[in-house]
């Protein structure tokens, strides 16, 4: 088996859930880390024993020894990284949102299509065990026509300051958030029936003093096809992250929900140390959850992209995937601001 050598660009929140993801996945490994900081880069480091760590992008990219870069960075950095990876002729794959907005995604994949090098879009949604057997449901016509979506993320707010400043990441609650929920609808529903008109609803109802974008978020989508999708997106849900889907079809319904039907309950007096992504408190009633980066796609994705790698052949989540939930996106802000229904706009890459 060749081993795919990988370097892990940013030293943070979702690459800590990538390097446990990576943790079992066969034939690769974290041969550098990338951070801004140097201490970051130091510490991401020694924690999972990577062998180099850098605060200097160019000369990772000047090597010819690694197969597969990991965009792990914050928004604003997606862009000039991939752009430099792809100018390089390099396999890259980048966390979610792909970009701050359509203008930029569309520029990452018409870049990454000229180099003709490997694209992946890490949304972990759809690499879920519960979201990847409701799709098989859905194709073994265990519900009949797919009619109608409901998908929830939500959360008390982001983990890290820059997440608040719109200017960087693009949005507040919907930017962050909807990306996982859209991707939902787009895989329940099969992506040659695409999403073509979208209503948004958005508002700060609790983090006025930390972020002009908005905390909480209603995004209902319209598809080609006469469906129906609903997401619900929040920085002011406590407890730790809510995770579920529903899918409603001509014949049936599937019920996904990661993160509040966890298999473990608890009720401690004193700290029950790691619960749960963003949980607020960690004693008194507690739902931990076992294998995280399993139970959100982690794993499955990272182990998706190696074996894309290394046997030459294309993702099933890619930039295609990363620009069609930009621009998405970009209808749902336009429609938050006019109160209507606003067109889907995809331009011709």
Sequence with gaps: MKIINIAMLGSGFVAEFYLQG??????????????????????????????E???????????NDIDLYVIALPNEEHLPVSLALSKAGKNQVCTKPLARNGKEAKQMLKAAL????????????????????????????????????????????????????????????MNDLACHCVEA???????????????????NMVHSKRTRGEDNALLMLKMAGGGFAHCELSWTCMGGLDLRNEIHGSEGSIFTDVTRGTPVHSFTSKSAGY???????????????????????????????VECVREGRPARENYHDGYAVNAILDAGYQSMKAGKWVRVKYERV
């Design 114 to 173: 000229k180099s003709g090098a490997f694209h992946g879009y890490a949304e972990t949604e759809v690499f879920a065990p519960a979201v990847v057997k409701a799709k098989e449901t859905i194709d073994a016509g265990g519900i009949g026509k797919v009619v109608w979506v409901r998908s929830r993320e939500s959360h008390s707010g982001p983990h890290s300051p820059h997440f608040w400043d719109i200017e960087k990441t693009g949005g507040g609650a």
């Design 185 to 203: 609808a787009r895989y329940f529903y099969g992506k040659q029936d695409p999403v073509v008109e979208v209503m948004a609803w958005g508002a």
């Design 22 to 51: 990576l943790a079992n996945v066969n034939g690769q490994r974290v041969v550098a880390n990338y951070s801004r900081s140097r201490k970051r880069a130091g510490d991401f480091a020694a924690r999972w024993g990577i062998p």
């Design 275 to 305: 619960v749960i992504e963003k949980a607020d408190i960690d004693f008194g009633w507690t739902r931990a959850l076992p294998e995280e980066a399993f139970a959100y796609g982690y794993q499955a994705e990272m182990k998706h992209f």
């Design 53 to 63: 760590n850098t605060t200097k992008l160019e000369p990772l990219l000047e090597r």
